[in-house]
């Protein structure tokens, strides 16, 4: 704790008012993550960009921010917590408007890898400052304080994000930021005293092949679809670089005297090295759905943007619910236990979803978004726990930002992935579809002069609700798949080793967002 704390007689000066900045700053970051997801369908048109383009706008913001979020304790180590505090809400803010005042998917894109290269270090200097700034028998009450703030973004994300476009613009998505890193930025900067943490020397070399390896992974997801794969040399390439640069920096981490960019150690926990797997699957299905389903909601079922919100808006609550009574559960019952019913719920929903059609209300889409909150909710606490109950106390620091990597990569992976799926697969159905809507099939024949296939107006028609059942396929075969993997991680679930009560009740939690 900074000087100015121990000097206070009271404890840390202005902790009110230091608590209300940052925490505008850390919901600023969560709103935007989610925020943007209902507005996809109008920035796509009004950038024109494809569908599997528009989904650049996510995953640029979530690959930027898990490249930089492991350099937060490096950063305040050099220059000190407060400045790179203020650094990222400035930079943050301008990057907002930057893609409020985009003109191209290239530009919008751009303004996102800086958006998440700034907000990257929001959320866990925000933590680590309420940490701070709290006396030992308070922290347990900043921390819900700071776990609220980061549900923001899930339940108000689609809300305001879908208000925001239907009355306004989608532009204001993004320039709703400003006034909010404006008043984060002076709070900071009058109330928050500087700090600065033990230096930590950076391996560059570890991180930059890292970050070669993360950006050329998601480049060759990215574009891969579009390009036929492998058939491509720009594919070829991406996936040889990625390859080269992990290979480069496992051997290096290895091998690396003294510090390296991943520590070792880390390794040698069992449950620490499940979790991050259990983490990387978590995130990417839960970001996979929420890109899908505004695109489905829009561009299928011809939902407006503020009622794509509203019924999307329910699995942020089922989270918050979950989480509300998992805190009390993790110390009493086996981790395991409640991350299966989790993974159970979750997969349920995602059953749900592949019942879906284009005749249906929104009950199914809100009924099944809450009970994929819930299973959200029941597995993320308790994966927390079971990844740091085991873990030495001083390899937290260094296993913190690892376990938001993988997620974060997880996140941006499932996006990609289910894109790609979607794509293909909308495609195949096509291609099938069509072969038994022609003039040789005798089962048409009566049908009205409109929709005949005999006449150019007729074969129109039907080739639209070809397109549009097809597109429906795809959106099926997606959640099929997202539900067979959260089924085939539940066995996984016996590789972690459960702890003991008094191990759980101390790990720190990682809370979705």
């Not at 709290?134 to 980061?150: C, F, H, L, T, Y």
């Not at 005749?359 to 959200?376: A, E, K, P, W």
């Not at 009205?448 to 397109?467: H, K, Q, R, W, Y």
Request: aromatic letters at 10%.
């Amino acid at each position: 704790m900074s000087t100015a704390a121990a000097q206070a007689p009271g404890g840390f000066p202005h902790r009110g008012m230091i608590t209300v900045s940052i925490m505008l700053a850390t919901i600023m970051q969560a709103l935007d993550t989610t925020i943007a997801n209902v507005a996809l369908p109008h920035m796509q048109g009004s950038l024109q960009a494809s569908q599997d383009q528009i989904t650049w706008v996510l995953t640029s913001y979530i690959v930027a921010s898990a490249i930089a979020l492991p350099l937060t304790g490096w950063l305040c180590g050099q220059f000190g917590r407060r400045k790179v505090f203020l650094i990222s809400v400035v930079g943050f803010t301008i990057a907002s408007a930057l893609c409020g005042l985009a003109t191209s998917l290239v530009g919008i894109v751009a303004a996102r890898l800086l958006q998440g290269v700034f907000g990257a270090a929001l959320v866990p200097l925000s933590q680590a400052v309420l940490l701070d700034i709290n006396p030992r028998e308070k922290v347990g009450q900043a921390m819900a304080i700071w776990g609220a703030g980061i549900m923001v973004g899930p339940i108000l994300g689609p809300l305001l994000g879908g208000w925001l476009t239907e009355n306004f613009d989608w532009r204001w998505v993004f320039f709703i930021n400003l006034p909010v890193g404006v008043f984060a930025w002076w709070g900071i900067a009058r109330y928050l005293p500087e700090s600065r943490p033990q230096g930590e020397r950076l391996d560059v070399f570890g991180f930059v092949t890292l970050s070669i390896a993360i950006g050329m992974l998601q480049l060759f997801l990215d574009r891969g679809e579009q390009l036929d794969w492998f058939d491509s040399w720009e594919i070829k390439l991406e996936a040889a670089a990625a390859l080269v640069a992990f290979a480069f920096f496992v051997v290096h981490t290895a091998t690396a005297r003294g510090t390296s960019f991943f520590n070792r150690e880390l390794l040698k926990d069992r449950n620490f090295v499940t979790g991050l797997l259990f983490a990387f699957i978590v995130g990417m299905i839960l970001f996979a759905t929420m890109a899908l389903l505004p695109s489905f909601l829009q561009g299928l079922m011809g939902y407006p943007v503020i009622y794509t919100g509203e019924v999307t808006a329910p699995r942020g609550i089922g989270t918050m619910l979950a989480m509300l009574v998992v805190g009390r559960l993790v110390q009493r019952v086996d981790v395991r236990a409640i991350m299966a019913v989790g993974f159970g719920l979750t997969a349920f929903s995602l059953w749900q979803m592949t019942q879906l059609t284009l005749q249906m209300d929104s009950t199914l889409i809100v009924t099944s978004g809450f009970i994929q909150g819930l299973g959200i909710g029941f597995t993320f606490v308790p994966l927390s726990a079971a990844t740091f109950a085991t873990l030495p106390p001083h390899l937290r620091h260094d296993g913190t930002p690892v376990f938001s990597l993988l997620r974060n990569i997880g996140s941006s992976v499932g996006i990609s992935i289910v894109q790609a799926l979607l794509t293909e697969g909308s495609g195949k159905a096509h291609a099938q579809l069509s072969a038994l809507v022609g003039p040789g099939n005798h089962g048409l024949a009566n049908l009205p002069a409109m929709i005949s296939p005999d006449t150019l107006a007729g074969l129109a028609v039907l080739n639209n609700e070809v397109t549009r059942q097809s597109a429906l396929i795809g959106y099926l075969n997606d959640f099929g798949v997202m539900m067979l993997v959260t089924v085939l991680a539940i066995p996984l679930l016996l590789l972690i080793r459960s702890p003991r009560r008094s191990q759980t009740g101390g790990a720190p939690a990682e809370v979705p967002h």
